[in-house]
């Protein structure tokens, strides 16, 4: 079965940090780009970063720049998030994201066929 599965998701006060996991199974991930997405209730899902296979190069929206980081783990078949200094505009439910041997990065749901079920992202005092 063709899955992914998100996982690191909880509650955080403003500042703190969390590492989110995508876990593929049943397919590798080692020729496919993998997105992160989010959505805040009654907003659209928002693509929030995305790593290639090859040469690992990122992209990020600019509201994340310079405090998420996503990362890869061929060998463990793994995507991650590091989520810094989170604010409670980064409050939503966030999602993992890939096309089977599709290398490339992008900020459009509809370029992607296979997602996982979602984390939750809180972030409150």
């Known amino acids: 079965q063709v899955q992914l599965v998100e996982s690191g998701g909880g509650l955080v006060q403003p500042g703190g940090s969390l590492r989110l996991s995508c876990v593929a199974s049943?397919?590798?991930?080692?020729?496919?780009?993998i997105g992160w997405f989010r959505q805040a209730p009654g907003k659209e899902h928002e693509g929030v970063s995305c790593?290639?296979?090859?040469?690992?190069?990122?992209t990020y929206i600019d509201s994340v720049k310079d405090r998420f980081t996503i990362s890869r783990d061929n060998a463990k078949n793994t995507v991650y998030l590091q989520m810094n200094k989170l604010t409670s505009e980064d409050t939503a439910i966030y999602y993992c994201?890939?096309?089977?041997?599709?290398?490339?990065?992008?900020?459009?749901?509809?370029?992607?066929?296979?997602w996982g079920q979602g984390t939750q992202v809180t972030v409150s005092s």
């Open positions: 049943g397919f590798t991930l080692d020729n496919n780009a």
């Open positions: 994201a890939t096309r089977q041997s599709w290398p490339l990065c992008s900020p459009f749901v509809d370029q992607f066929d296979i």
């Open positions: 790593i290639r296979p090859n040469d690992r190069s990122s």
